[in-house]
């Protein structure tokens, strides 16, 4: 009778000790798998990945790895097979599939299937702002409807205010379409957002060509200011007129002696004061996302920080000595933009 109840006993706790130690080995594997692919060994990452699905062939976190390390050395196919395994299992690790799964169709050529993968993926998650962003990144690669980009990427925005590539994507179709002063807002906010990388240079340098953007000195006295024909009824022509008018001033004695940095200052001082003072009635997405942000930040008198703040990319000396001594306002600065963006 004894024995009869322990056997049982016994092969039940033989069964939890070989599950835990599978549960042991699976989590090593994953986590070296991890480490890595973090290091660039993408081949033995997935070794230890493969080991991995040995033992949980469903779980979710270890095909998403699969998936991701094989998008890491171009098996685009292979890396869509296993992201299509995450998403049949609606997990968590579902939404970067998704993104997987449509990047990796994108990078193959199959941009309008990777258009649909994006779509569906919004559907089961309307809260994901890449989703919104990947789509909008390739419909604008492939010439897409400009509406459509414009919305998905104020979809992302409204999600997630502070996500670079949404603001600089949006900088370049605004350009695209000749639309002067809405490129201004979205550059002006990727660089606060990021002010000093790769991308930041080129970002400044898009701001500086828009700020003197159809404004050619003739002579030594004359300047030929060209404004670009849109709708008269346009809510930014008042702004568009001002950022003309402005580059014009640069070559008024009383500008002469004054810095580039200087000039930047009070010429972006003056813009955000057009924009303010036009906002009445204003409903668009534009206005309320962007107009008042900046609004508010002048109204806080941070304006001349914010301006010196966005151009370290420049490489400028005199800007590079002021944010050093400058660093309580900075602080304070990336403070009040962060509380700004939460409310």
């Known amino acids: 009778m004894i024995k009869c109840k322990l056997l049982p006993l016994v092969v039940l706790v033989l069964t939890c000790i070989g599950a835990h130690a599978q549960t ?28 991995a699905l040995l ?3 469903t779980s979710s976190v270890a095909n998403y790895e699969m998936a991701s390390t094989y998008f890491a050395i171009k098996e685009y196919q292979k890396a869509i097979d296993f992201a299509d395994k995450v998403i049949k299992q609606n997990t968590i690790n579902s939404e970067q599939a998704f993104i997987l799964k449509g ?19 919004q559907i089961v998650f309307p809260n994901s702002y890449l989703l919104y962003y990947n789509l909008a990144l390739t419909l604008f690669n492939t010439k897409g409807n400009p509406k459509e980009i414009e919305q998905d990427l104020q979809l992302a925005l409204n999600i997630k205010p502070t996500h670079a590539s949404s603001h600089l994507l949006l ?132 304006d001349e920080t914010f301006c010196n703040y966005i151009r370290q990319s420049q490489g400028d000396d ?21 509380d700004y963006r939460a409310k």
């Open 171 to 302: 900088a370049y179709l605004m350009t695209n379409q000749n639309k002067r002063v809405q490129a201004l807002l979205a550059i002006y906010n990727f660089l606060l957002i990021e002010p000093k990388t790769s991308r930041s240079i080129k970002a400044l340098q898009l701001l500086d060509y828009q700020l003197k953007k159809g404004v050619k000195k003739d002579g030594d006295k004359n300047i030929n200011i060209t404004l670009a024909l849109g709708d008269k009824d346009d809510e930014f022509s008042p702004a568009e007129l001002m950022l003309s008018m402005l580059e014009a001033s640069k070559n008024l004695d009383e500008n002469k002696n004054k810095t580039a940095q200087e000039l930047f200052i009070s010429n972006t001082q003056a813009f955000f004061s057009v924009l303010s003072e036009t906002t009445k009635d204003k409903i668009t997405s534009w206005w309320k996302f962007y107009t008042g942000f900046f609004n508010d930040l002048q109204k806080n008198k941070m």
């Open 55 to 57: 033992i949980d062939s």
């Open 24 to 51: 042991s080995d699976f989590d090593s594997y994953l986590k070296e798998g991890v480490r890595l692919y973090d290091n660039g060994d993408y081949t033995s990452a997935l070794e230890q990945y493969k080991k």
């Open 318 to 338: 005199a800007i590079n000595t002021w944010l050093k001594k400058n660093t309580d306002k900075i602080d304070a600065l990336l403070k009040w933009s962060e």
């Open 103 to 121: 990047s990796a169709l994108d990078v193959l050529g199959n941009s309008a299937e990777a258009v649909n993968v994006y779509k569906t993926g």
